[in-house]
């Protein structure tokens, strides 16, 4: 039972607008269809906050993130890259399939102006939104990527971030079977990995990948610029499978964290979401 002093406490917090993360909640497992964003309505961000670095949560100046009316006939997330950040979910979640669709935009940014168009989607967000830096002002928060970027779609970064008043880092780990190259390659040896030990590359990343605009190796999976793309993440105990377009193109095993919030990027180039749910595991 909340005292007086902590009901007082938490009403000024609703007051000012607030939404303080449960660290001791439990993440939430899927039973049935839970739709983040079904692709029909029109301004509709409920379950998700914005996030942008240095401005903080849920201040969104130059709208980056907007629901537009019509988008390929039907209402989509429009994140328009200007401002680095994400939209991160208000909860977090365990054993899920995530089925989702995206395609770019034209519009690209500063430094990334002329850069491969970049993106992604941030699993298993552990830890104090913009840890990433250790002002806690940092555009990301400490997890696995699944990485969406022209050449190097279903690659992972593992992100590392901080923890307040400790110096200790929040490191996540996995292991991925791996060619010389980090590549993953289901016959290779297995091998764990942490932040700041490099990219962990898909099954058939082209090693000749450039950072340019509109780059696409021999065997990239993406459909051309301007149609929409099939991605799905399984996020099985601590197990991560990626597909893309229906294809696997990544597995890793001793996921750590195995769960958390889920994050999606602002990074430099216009990006529409559509369609985003979490379906239940096939048991």
Known sequence: MLTPRLRFFSMLLLLAGFVAIDATAAPVVPDKAIVLYDGKTVNDLSQFYTWLGPLGRDQDPNRVFTVVDRIDGAPAIRVSGQDWGGITTRQEFANYKLVLEFRWGAVTWGSRQDRARNSGILLHCFGEDGNYKDDFKGHWVSSVEYEILEGRMGDIILVGGSQRGSTEKILPRLVMKQTA??????????????????????????????????????????????????????????????????????????????????????????IFFRRIELHPLAR
């Open 181 to 270: 190259e980090r590549i993953w390659d289901p016959k290779g040896q297995p091998k764990e990995f942490k932040p700041g030990m490099g990219h962990l590359h898909w099954q058939h990343w082209d090693p000749a990948w450039k950072d340019v605009l509109n780059f696409r190796g021999p065997r990239d999976l993406d459909r051309p610029l301007g149609e929409w793309n099939l991605a799905e993440a399984i996020a099985d105990g601590d197990k991560l499978v990626y597909f893309l377009n229906g294809v696997k193109v990544m597995e890793v095993t001793n996921v750590w964290p195995s769960s958390g919030r889920i994050l999606f990027q602002s990074e430099g180039a216009e």
